[in-house]
C-alpha cells in the first residue's frame, strides 16, 4: 500500500542552524501539507501546497519557514534559524484530490532545537 | 472558524469493554469529520471519516462513529476493546471551504486494561 515517508525520524539542532525537513508524498497524489504537534499539544497546521505554490499557511508559518517541492516526488520544508519552541514533531500529509477529504499522514520528524 | 473539542485526555477502559472518545466540533457548514489513530512512534492512521450521506459510519478494526449534528458530536466508539486498540485517537474537521485543511482536537490516550 502506498505510504507517505519523511526523513529524518529524528533530528537534533542548535538554535540558529537552519533545518530542512523531508517527505515524499503518495505519487498520484496533488495536495501537501505540513502540521506539527509540540509534546503534549494539539497537532497544528502549518502549510498547505498545491501545483507548485502555497495555498494556504497558518499564523505559525512566519518568514523563518518555506517549502518547496523540488522535484517530482519531494517535498520539503525548511527552517531557516531555529528557534527553541521549533522542537515538535513535523507531520507531512499529502490528499489525491481536494474532494476525497481524506489525507494521508507520514510517520513525522521529531525536530529537537537545543 | 472551526473547531474540535475532545473531551478527556486520557481514557482507560477494560478489555472486553465497551470504547467511548468524545468529539465535539463548531463549524459555520457542513462539518467533514474524521478520527485518526497514532500508535507509538507511528504517523497518524485514518480510523474513519464522515463527508456526507449515512450518519453512522464504520471505520477499520470495528470501530464506529455517528454525526449528529443536533450535537455537534461525532463520538468514536468500539463494543468491545482489545489490548491492541490502546494508542491515541484525534478527532478532526475539514476546513472545507478553502484548502481543506484538519482542524484537530487535542487527542485522547486510550488505555485498555487487562
Known amino acids: 500500500e502506498p505510504e507517505v515517508t519523511q526523513t529524518p525520524s529524528h533530528q537534533v539542532t542548535q538554535m540558529g542552524q537552519e533545518v530542512i525537513l523531508r517527505c515524499v508524498p503518495i505519487s498520484n497524489h496533488l495536495y501537501f501539507y505540513w502540521y506539527r504537534q509540540i509534546l503534549g499539544q494539539k497537532v497544528e497546521f502549518l502549510v498547505s501546497f498545491y501545483n507548485n505554490e502555497i495555498s494556504e499557511k497558518s499564523e505559525i508559518f512566519d518568514d523563518q519557514f518555506s517549502v518547496e517541492r523540488p522535484d517530482g516526488s519531494n517535498f520539503t520544508l525548511k527552517i531557516r534559524s531555529t528557534k527553541l519552541e521549533d522542537s515538535a514533531m513535523y507531520f507531512c500529509?499529502?490528499?489525491?484530490?481536494?474532494?476525497?477529504?481524506?489525507?494521508?499522514f507520514g510517520p513525522g520528524t521529531r525536530l529537537t532545537v537545543t | 472558524a472551526q473547531s474540535v473539542t475532545q473531551l478527556g485526555s486520557h481514557v482507560s477502559v477494560s478489555e472486553g469493554a465497551l470504547v467511548l472518545l468524545r468529539c465535539n466540533y463548531s463549524?459555520?457548514?457542513?462539518?467533514?469529520l474524521f478520527w485518526y489513530v497514532q500508535y507509538p512512534n507511528q504517523g497518524l492512521q485514518l480510523l474513519l471519516k464522515y463527508t456526507t450521506g449515512a450518519t453512522l459510519v464504520k471505520g477499520i478494526n470495528g470501530f464506529e462513529a455517528e454525526f449528529k449534528k443536533s450535537e455537534t458530536s461525532f463520538h468514536l466508539t468500539k463494543p468491545s476493546a482489545h489490548m491492541s486498540d490502546a494508542a491515541e485517537y484525534f478527532c478532526?474537521?475539514?476546513?472545507?471551504?478553502?484548502?481543506?485543511?484538519?482542524?484537530f482536537g487535542t487527542g485522547t490516550r486510550l488505555k485498555v486494561l487487562a
Open positions: 478532526a474537521v475539514s476546513d472545507n471551504t478553502g484548502t481543506y485543511k484538519y482542524i
Open positions: 463549524s459555520s457548514v457542513p462539518p467533514y
Open positions: 500529509a499529502s490528499s489525491e484530490l481536494a474532494v476525497t477529504y481524506e489525507q494521508y
